[in-house]
């Protein structure tokens, strides 16, 4: 069983258009977050969610938007794609807010056309 | 905020060698470190983690070191085999109600056979 699962794990797309990614975790975490990983690896947190409330928003455009209809779940539409949204996006989840290891999906890689 | 700096990006090793991985971080509020291994198209996994408490943690081959008045922390693999090959993150947070963790860079690590 998978863990942390997300889909698609490809997504190709025009620029200007909407995409939803899907994040599910079967672990019974009370935390979920979204990553975005660059061409050069680096890892940045987007949003965290703790029990379906946001509790961390980064510098994200707000073309991103998360949406956490139940604890074990967390999706990322993002509106209005652009070059520079290329990239993989990985969810994650914890058991809690405290210091925690991270469970990571697989990503889904976001190429923009 | 926190800035993890991490060391080298790219380290190749022959099989049965040692390698390290060395991260520093700025904040010394700081207390808990994991290390990630991310193997090609799959997410980071947790491969090892230290809190402030702890000085040294080891598990099997791998083993992670922390010096919390020098502020860094690395990971030490002994006996490097081919399967070891992966990009490795370290990460640094310092939990409460706000856990963000910030990660270094990444290293690539290669093990010749």
């Known amino acids: 069983d998978t863990a942390v699962s997300q889909t698609p794990k490809y997504l190709v797309t025009q620029m200007g258009n909407d995409k939803s990614i899907k994040c599910e975790q079967n672990l019974g975490h009370d935390t979920m977050y979204w990553y975005k990983q660059d061409s050069k690896k680096f890892l940045k947190i987007m949003f965290s969610?703790?029990?379906?409330?946001?509790?961390i928003n980064e510098t994200v455009p707000n073309r991103f938007s998360p949406k956490s209809p139940d604890k074990a779940h967390l999706n990322l539409h993002i509106n209005s794609l652009e070059l520079g949204d290329s990239a993989v996006y990985f969810c994650?989840?914890?058991?809690?807010?405290?210091?925690?290891?991270?469970?990571f999906g697989d990503g889904t890689r976001l190429s923009i056309l | 905020g926190e800035n993890v700096e991490q060391h080298p990006s790219t380290l190749s090793v022959q099989e049965g060698d040692s390698a390290v991985i060395k991260c520093t971080y700025s904040?010394?509020?700081?207390?808990?470190f994991p290390w990630y291994k991310q193997e090609l198209g799959k997410g980071p996994q947790l491969i090892i983690d230290?809190?402030?408490?702890?000085g040294e943690k080891k598990d099997q081959r791998i083993a992670v070191t922390l010096n919390k008045t020098a502020k860094h922390f690395s990971l030490h693999i002994t006996e490097t085999q081919p399967e070891d090959s992966a990009v490795y993150f370290c990460?640094?947070?310092?939990?409460?109600?706000?856990?963000?963790?910030?990660f270094g860079r990444g290293t690539s690590l290669i093990v010749h056979p």
């Open positions: 904040d010394s509020a700081s207390n808990y």
């Open positions: 994650a989840s914890s058991q809690d807010l405290r210091d925690q290891p991270q469970h």
């Open positions: 969610y703790n029990n379906k409330e946001l509790i």
């Open positions: 990460a640094a947070s310092k939990g409460g109600g706000s856990y963000i963790p910030t």
């Open positions: 230290i809190r402030s408490n702890v």
